[in-house]
């Protein structure tokens, strides 16, 4: 879990295709937003298991509806972005809505099993 821009707090999981969300084709995602200021919560990236709406950038699996486990999360402070270690690949949310960013740019050779930001303005925020 992480406090990020935009009053938001960011919660991590592993393993959510096998729990109950999926059981009941929810959405399996492992990260969740929430919205401290308006009190609501969502799952990213938002999709509906057999719908139409998929991930925007899927892993290596070419899976549609699910990214993997979430294994590395870190916000980069004051620029509105998350980066998450989701899947063994890095993507990039936006803290403001959500949103994935675009991650053609963000290319890691391997597996990505951890995210790290090292330029915060205090080592706490490290």
Sequence with gaps: MLFADNNTLWIGATNCATGERAAHSGNPNC????????????????????????????????????????????????????YTAYGGQVHAFNTADGSEINNTNITVQGTANDVAYIDASTNVAN
């Design 31 to 82: 990260l969740t937003r929430f919205d401290t200021s308006a009190s609501t919560a969502a799952i990213v990236p938002n999709v509906t298991v057999g719908g139409t709406t998929t991930v925007p950038y899927p892993n290596e699996n070419l899976d549609p509806y699910y990214y993997g486990s979430l294994t590395g999360l870190c916000w980069v402070e004051n620029l509105g972005k998350v």
